[in-house]
């Protein structure tokens, strides 16, 4: 079963609507860390969230983890066509040193 | 500081074949972790280097080896290709330990006929 869960996989949003796209792990993780992908390119790295609470915020886009560590999300404020891409959560566990990954949500700016 | 780079960008091979990836660390990392991330799906983990030594592997068969060199720079091999390992493969490097943020190549685009 996937470790992480990404939603939604898609959405479609208006240029200069806000969106907010969530991450959900099967369990308690150390650090979670959000990227965006433009197709078939590498990843971007956006921000890295470790503490339970922690809000990160970088231009239009702000990053949240829960207390509990297990769920994130992504909220863009007034989007542009530049915030389109597939974002994907990666998370590390605690006794491995290795990133699990979502599926990612692809996001869609429409003028 | 200089970013990680991979290479090549894409390539073609033949089932059956065996095939090297290569990746330069980003400067100051001396951790390298390989992903291979098929068509609409996350990256999956291969393995990771550190020093010079597989430092965790993820479910990936033997004919998935690496290597790290004393620069940290890294290769990945494949040998006996299957059409299914057609996918982007990504390049990974990071200080050791917790906390620390992963910086991600461009990635190598395989293709396997």
């Known amino acids: 079963s996937q470790e992480l869960e990404q939603s939604p996989q898609s959405l479609i949003v208006q240029e200069g609507k806000n969106l907010t796209i969530n991450c959900t792990s099967s369990?308690?993780?150390?650090?979670l860390y959000w990227y965006k992908q433009k197709y078939g390119e590498g990843l971007i790295f956006l921000m890295m969230?470790?503490?339970?609470?922690e809000e990160k915020s970088h231009e239009k886009i702000t990053a949240k983890l829960d207390e509990k560590k297990q769920q994130s999300s992504l909220h863009i404020t007034a989007s542009q066509p530049s915030h389109a891409g597939i974002y994907l959560c990666g998370a590390g566990y605690y006794g491995n040193n290795r990133l699990a990954f979502g599926k990612g949500n692809q996001v869609v700016v429409i003028p | 500081e200089t970013g990680v780079t991979q290479s090549p960008t894409h390539l073609i091979k033949t089932r059956g074949q065996q095939v090297t990836l290569r990746c330069s660390s980003q400067s100051g990392h001396n951790t390298v972790s390989w992903y291979q991330q098929a068509l609409g799906q996350g990256p999956q983990f291969i393995f990771q280097?550190?020093?010079?030594?597989?430092?965790g592997r993820g479910n990936f068969p033997p004919r998935f080896s690496g290597l790290q060199f004393p620069n940290y720079s890294s290769e990945l091999n494949v040998n006996a290709l299957e059409l299914d390992d057609s996918a982007l493969y990504l390049c990974a490097s990071s200080r050791p330990g917790v906390g620390y943020g992963y910086t991600f190549g461009s990635g190598t685009r395989l293709t396997v006929v």
């Open positions: 369990k308690t993780l150390y650090g």
């Open positions: 280097y550190y020093r010079e030594e597989e430092n």
């Open positions: 969230l470790q503490k339970g609470g």
